[in-house]
């Protein structure tokens, strides 16, 4: 197996990450290596938002909209975009187009995301991507300030790795189970 696969086949999620958080600069050159990802046509149907500091309480503060709760039950969905000081919002722009339908400009996104996801783990970075039902909610689409033609796949979660990080690697596919030949 080559370096490149090793790499990829010990990537991880971790749920759990240290405050330590590249900075923007360190993102730029690789958001723009993951941006390289197969995209039919060249539409770009994706763009990232960077979440520090604020914007990651307004975004628990939008779940707590779009869920319409309170108390104890508010606090700890307001806490969730607080398990890591850097997260990335993932989003696809849907482009109108005769060639490339919507689900294929979101595969791209995703796409992106998930080499982006790969790029940070390699570069020594705890991330794991969360999605959910907020991913859908007005409240949080306008916190975003997404536009109409632009859905959320959810957040990359970034930090830096725990030195007590006790979470096993996923076990290995079993490649055979999940790749046939076509006679």
């Keep these: 197996m080559s370096d490149l696969a ?10 759990r ?5 590249p900075s923007h600069e360190e993102l730029l050159p690789l958001v723009a290596a993951a941006g390289r990802v197969a995209d039919h046509s060249a539409l ?9 500091g604020e914007a990651r309480m307004r975004l628990g ?12 039950e508010a606090d700890k969905l307001a806490a969730k975009p607080l398990r ?7 989003v696809s722009v849907r482009t109108k187009s005769d060639k490339v339908p919507g689900w294929e400009q979101d595969a791209v996104a995703s796409g992106v995301a ?8 390699d570069a020594g ?24 033609n632009e859905r959320l796949l959810g957040w990359l979660y970034v ?7 006790r979470e096993g690697h996923r076990k290995t596919v079993d490649a055979a189970r999940f790749l046939s030949v076509l006679d």
């Design 159 to 165: 930090g830096g790795v725990p030195e007590d990080s």
């Design 84 to 90: 890591s000081s850097l997260l990335i919002a993932i």
């Design 114 to 121: 998930h080499v982006l996801s790969l790029l940070l783990h």
């Design 61 to 72: 503060a939008a779940f707590v909209k779009a869920a319409g709760v309170s108390g104890e």
């Design 44 to 52: 770009h149907p994706w763009r990232l938002i960077e979440l520090r």
């Design 125 to 148: 970075w705890g991330v794991m991507w969360r999605s959910g039902h907020q991913t859908r909610s007005k409240a949080v689409h306008r916190m975003h300030g997404l536009a109409d």
């Design 17 to 21: 990450v240290t405050a330590d958080a």
């Design 6 to 15: 090793d790499r990829v086949a010990a990537r991880r999620s971790y749920s």
